[in-house]
């Protein structure tokens, strides 16, 4: 089940968040500190996608991404960090008419057919007023 995480930014402004994936080192047994603790996830064969949108089933207003030639998404191998870079161009391109937006996220992680959904949550955006 995904970890519940809230992310609020600025509208305009570049923010980098640091998500650290752990699993349980036998997921078939209970969490126990001293036999079954908590391990980095190696993310070294994953990709991953995080999209922003208003609702479920609505299209996504933002999406960042582990691929291409300058990825959003940067998977730090065997340590589970990923590290979420939201470029002020990005931010700047959602639409606010309100003070602030809205809306949810997901991040997936994908390895073969193996899909995986580490973090959801809120996600608010506070709108800039400066836009030059």
Do not use: H
Request: proline fraction near 7%; glycine fraction near 6%.
């Amino acid at each position: 089940m995904a970890v519940q995480f809230n992310i609020k930014i600025d509208q305009g402004a570049d923010k980098i968040l640091n998500f650290f994936i752990e699993v349980l080192t036998n997921p078939d047994l209970p969490y126990d500190v001293c036999t079954n603790p908590y391990v980095p996830l190696d993310l070294t064969s994953y990709t991953a996608v995080l999209e922003v949108s208003s609702d479920f089933g609505e299209p996504p207003v933002l999406t960042l991404s582990s691929t291409g030639t300058n990825p959003a998404l940067q998977l730090e191998g065997s340590t589970g960090e990923i590290i979420a870079t939201f470029s002020s161009s990005s931010t700047s391109a959602i639409p606010l008419t309100e003070g602030c937006w809205e809306g949810i996220y997901q991040m997936e992680l994908y390895s073969g057919t193996l899909v995986k959904r580490p973090v959801q949550g809120e996600f608010i955006i506070s709108r800039e007023l400066i836009t030059n």
